[in-house]
């Protein structure tokens, strides 16, 4: 069975549409089958995670190790829905500056 990093299910392909790499989390390493062009988000968000809990130990020290990854589990949830939100908002200023716009040029039309 193949380990995938996204929700999609595995399509019927050659394996020699995949690359077999290691990456280590942790002090453990794991290895994965992902395509060439998902190799180094792949590499990089190993080494992200692997940074967050390295700050973590040196933050908090005497947890283990399963405790750091749901706290970087946890870290990187939070952040995902604050990016979210900041995304969306900007959206709703976009939309009120529109609309504002939008006044603006049918008072001039109407003058």
Request: glycine letters at 2%; hydrophobic letters at 30%.
């Amino acid at each position: 069975m193949e380990k995938r990093i996204d929700n999609k299910q595995p399509m019927e392909t050659n394996n020699s549409e995949f690359l077999n790499i290691n990456v280590t989390l942790c002090d453990r390493p794991y290895r994965l089958k992902v395509k060439p062009e998902e190799e180094q988000q792949v590499r990089k968000a190993a080494k992200y995670i692997s940074d967050k809990v390295r700050n973590l130990q040196e933050e908090f020290a005497g947890k283990d190790k399963q405790d750091y990854l749901a706290m970087c589990a946890l870290t990187l949830g939070v952040d995902k829905f604050n990016l979210e939100s900041d995304k969306s908002g900007s959206d709703s200023d976009v939309l009120k500056d529109l609309i504002k716009l939008e006044k603006q040029i049918e008072k001039a039309l109407n003058t």
